[in-house]
Structure formats: structure tokens, C-alpha cells
């Protein structure tokens, strides 16, 4: 296992995905509230909040507050462009410095190296692989590979541009964490815990955060099942901050397994 496996607190280890529809909440304005709601639910915790869409809508002042409430900041713009505007968007992240940013590894060496350069000393650039959308045939049909093949092709590219780890499916984390040459953190979308019924999901390549954590997971992103959580008769978690701990007794399993 690479050893930033072993300096991680368990905390460290969850990143709760805040990502809200504005149909549901009454537009931007309403989303934003909706994420600062679930940053104090989760204050304290020591877990990291990840924004994406909303962050395009409002900016990147909402790294800040997010920062006030004493929440890490996972910006997960994956950023894809041509080299000089990745490193635009690198020199005015630099202001906000959230703690983990992604970019798209299709972006390709020079483009991931660029954001790398500028944001590297205090940001850790994770490169998107293989979204987990994506099926088999889908990747096929795009990259003209298998999921696993693809995987393998971007991590030597997201290494040769110096970025600090990928963002793959929990399915692909066997492909690469016993290949030591690869220095790089190993983070998974797509976590469905046991407890968690998750209408209309769109993740294909899913893990339960124990077994994620136990095959080679440094970190793990989950929404849905958090963001979702509420009072219920059915013994899940009543609040996010419940399916959070709840969630932070499954990696901790994990990684005693």
C-alpha cells in the first residue's frame, strides 16, 4: 500500500459532495443555502465538503466561507482546457487555495501540469480518470478502451504531470494500488453504503465504503446518502451529520479489516 494510506485520520478520508439541484431549492440562491446548511451539520467533523456546480454559480467566495465554518474545501471544477487557461484558472484558485481541486486527465500533460505548478504547494490536484457514470461500452465508445485500460492510460499521464492523485471508480482501484511506481492518492466517487437507498442513481462502478477503504481507497466521496438523510422509521440515519459518523465507523472498519 503507498504509505499516504497510513496518514490519513479516518475523518480525512470522507469527502461529503454537496451537490443540489437549483429546480429543488428555489434557484442558486436556494443551493447555496442548502450547502451552507449541511457545512454547519458537518462542522466539527473534520471531513471535507465538495462543491462543483454551485461553485461556477456563485464563485469562489464560497471556498472562503466554507474555510470560515472550519471545513476542508474539495473544488471539483475538473478543470479541462488548453494549457494557458488551466493555468488562468489555477492563478485565481491560488487566492482561495481549496484543499483538493480536480482537473480532467484528458485534458491531457501540459494542461494538469500547468494547475500543478501553480497550485501544487498548497492544493492537491487529483485528475479525473474514468467518470463513474460510465460503463464498459461506454468507455468503448469513447476512449476505445476498457474502463480498467483507461484508468491505467490516465494515471501514467496525471503522474508524468506531477499531480498529487485520481479521482476512479472504487471498481479500479485494484488496477493501480499495488504499482508503486505510480505515486499517487487513490480517491472514489461512487460509495453506496449498505444502509443507503439512493432513488434514480446514475453511478454504475459502485463500493461500500468499507470495502472501498479495505481495497485501497485514500479517500471516498459521497452525496447522495448524506445529503439525503432525514428523519425516517426505517433506522438510517436521521440528519447528515448521523449518516456522516455513521459513514466514518464504515472507513474506520475498513481500515481495521
Known sequence: MKQVKQELKPEERLIVAADYSPKEYSGIQGVEEKVMALAKDLEGLGVYIKVNS?????????????????????????????????ATDGEMLSEVEPEILTVMCCAGIDGMNAVQKLLGDSTEILGVTILTSLNEEDCQAIFTCSTKAGVLRFARMAQLAGLGGLILSPKEVDVLKNRFELALSLNTPGIRPEWSI????????????????KNGAERIVMGRPIMQAGPNDKGLPQNPREAAERTLEEIKAGLNS
Do not use: S, W
Request: charged share 25%; glycine share 8%.
Open 54 to 86: 454551485v461553485l461556477r454559480a456563485v464563485g469562489y467566495g464560497l471556498i472562503a466561507k466554507l474555510h470560515d465554518l472550519g471545513l476542508k474545501v474539495f473544488a471539483d471544477l475538473k478543470l479541462i482546457d488548453i494549457p494557458n487557461t488551466m
Open 198 to 213: 439512493v432513488e434514480g442513481d446514475d453511478q454504475t462502478r459502485v463500493l461500500t465504503p468499507l470495502k472501498a477503504i
